[in-house]
């Protein structure tokens, strides 16, 4: 698939080279955890098109739909989705297609997870489908989940959460800490201050401060599928959405839009967390 006719604006927006940016780049700069959303939304507006609609009546027709994308400076904005097939094969197989993206960051942050189909030329709009249902699961936590929630609300450490889970269940928590070279991860080797028998056939919380690009927190998790644990959640204290790695987390303390030069500090008194931006 190629792009022609880019606005020179992208690179204003985005950071990319009218002339030389590529539908790869493009989708690159959607943000991982909406990846699986476009996909779906993609697929349920063929679907949609073809079986409620008709193959006859798609150049009558506008999709619309919303996710988020890395802009220029790093920070991932919450952006509309508008296209408009141009033309079409006798197939009713898409040709070229009109595609704008306008900034609505500054009017929600929140995606509907929803598209819309709205028809031109006189033809009637379907509005706010929802996807959700299709492309995702209801999540349904643990007693023992929603405790570790709950402290992170509340700013705790690590070794408060191990602390706390250890005085309302019989199961033993034990606290260990993995060091990962921050800036040269492939260096050396990461540590593990526990052995291996402790970590065998375990459930691993692993914990981190301020997830920024993601890259210490991937490199924990490829270190730890060394091992044969049973189940591995993420927990971070301050997500700074400004991941560059394909990592997700499962619980998160806080979460910031913040740029490539801002700078968060955390300071643990009393066993909670406060976290400074600067």
């Known amino acids: 698939m190629s792009l022609s006719d880019v606005s020179q604006s992208i690179y204003d927006i985005h950071g990319f080279e009218p002339n030389t940016v590529t539908f790869d780049d493009i989708l690159r700069s959607i ?20 079986k409620n609609i008709g193959k006859e009546n798609i ?19 919450l952006l509309n989705h508008q296209a408009i097939i141009l033309t079409v094969d006798e197939s009713g197989r898409f040709g070229k297609s009109l595609n704008i993206h306008t900034c609505i960051d500054h009017l929600t942050k929140i995606n509907s997870n929803q598209i819309s189909l709205i028809g031109l030329n006189g033809f009637p709009s379907y509005m706010n489908i929802d996807i959700v249902p299709n492309f995702g699961h209801y999540i349904t936590y643990t007693k023992r989940e929603i405790e570790i929630i709950k402290c992170i609300s509340e700013g705790y450490s690590n070794k408060k959460i191990a602390e706390k889970l250890n005085t309302i269940s019989d199961i033993k928590v034990i606290e260990a800490s993995l060091k990962v070279n921050k800036d040269n991860p492939l260096s050396e080797e990461p540590t593990l201050s526990i052995t291996d028998k ?49 990592i997700g987390t499962h619980y998160v303390g806080l979460s910031l839009s913040t740029t490539l030069k801002d700078h968060i500090s955390i300071e643990f008194v009393g066993g909670k967390m406060t976290a400074y931006l600067s």
């Open 59 to 77: 150049l009558n027709y506008k999709t619309n739909f919303s996710f988020r994308s890395r802009m220029k400076n790093g920070n991932f904005e």
């Open 198 to 246: 402790e970590i065998e056939n375990k459930v691993v919380i692993l914990v981190d401060d301020v997830l920024n690009s993601g890259k210490t927190l991937i490199y924990g998790v490829k270190y730890l599928l060394n091992f044969n644990i049973r189940r591995m959640s993420t927990v971070v204290l301050v997500d700074r959405n400004n991941k560059r790695y394909p």
């Open 31 to 50: 943000h991982p955890d909406d990846i699986e959303f476009v996909s779906q939304a993609e697929a349920a507006n063929i679907d949609f098109l073809y």
